[in-house]
């Protein structure tokens, strides 16, 4: 049994706390780009008719509601996050969204899926793993639930490979950020973040943590001009 640390606790308890601010923050932060990333993940999921979305990480549900938007009205989805303020938020668009009837939601950590192996057609995280604080086993978990030949995409911060453009947006994570939150939220939180983002390993590690975790044809594809990135990766359709 994965057992939460003090860290994954200090985490959970900061996503309590942003909760009822998040959305707005995400909008006002990201210039109102945040949708339009998710739904450049959601073009990725592959989910047959009938098939089953799991969202990790669901936080406020958007990620969740974007893929129901960008799959066929026969695709379920269950979304999943280990902080229950979040998901209270998220239960509550949801329910009063076009996808009520398709999204189901539960609070657990990515750490301990509380589903049988090879249960889903595929899953997604958006801005949620580089959070996890035990990612290998994070992804080896969602490789466990996802059936063989299902696909993960992880939508996730990346740090931009252009000098010019990377120096920019430092400076906007180290001083913009916590000044933004700090108005309208939580200083630390918004401070965390940038902190988070810098200690993300870099695109190739990262892949190379995918496919220690059992991913394979893995790739990535960055967003508006490297400030996102957008994962992908495989379980194998038979055991190696
Ligand atoms: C930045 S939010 C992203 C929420 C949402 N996916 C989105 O696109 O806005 C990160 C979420 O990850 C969740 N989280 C962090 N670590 C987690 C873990 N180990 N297991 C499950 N959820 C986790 C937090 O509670 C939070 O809701």
């Not at 200090?10 to 780009?33: H, Q």
């Not at 920019?168 to 913009?176: C, K, S, T, V």
């Amino acid at each position: 049994m994965h057992s939460p640390t003090r860290s994954s606790t200090r985490i959970r308890e900061m996503f309590a706390k942003i909760a009822p601010r998040y959305d707005v923050l995400n909008r006002i932060l990201s210039l109102g780009i945040d949708n339009r990333w998710r739904r450049a993940a959601v073009e990725r999921v592959r989910c047959p008719d009938g098939g089953t979305v799991l969202d990790i990480a669901t936080g406020t549900g958007d990620m969740a509601l974007a893929t129901a938007a960008g799959t066929g009205d026969s695709v379920r989805l269950v979304g999943t996050d280990f902080c229950g303020g979040m998901v209270e938020i998220a239960r509550s668009k949801i329910s009063g969204s076009r996808y009520g009837n398709r999204i189901a939601l539960t609070v657990a950590s990515c750490e301990e899926l509380p589903f049988r192996d090879d249960s889903f057609d595929a899953a997604t995280i958006a801005f949620g793993i580089r959070n996890v604080e035990n990612r290998e086993i994070g992804l080896r978990e969602i490789c466990r639930v996802l059936k063989p030949g299902g696909r993960l995409v992880i939508l996730e911060f990346s740090t931009p490979r252009s000098s010019f453009f990377r120096t920019l947006h430092g400076f906007y994570l180290r001083r913009m950020l916590p000044a933004v939150g700090g108005l309208l939220s939580d200083v630390n939180a918004y401070r965390y973040l940038p902190e988070s983002v810098r200690a993300f390993p870099g695109r190739e590690s990262f892949e190379q943590l995918m496919q220690a975790a059992g991913f394979t044809s893995t790739c990535h594809t960055d967003l508006s001009l490297g400030i996102v990135t957008v994962y992908q990766g495989e379980k194998p359709a038979t055991s190696p």
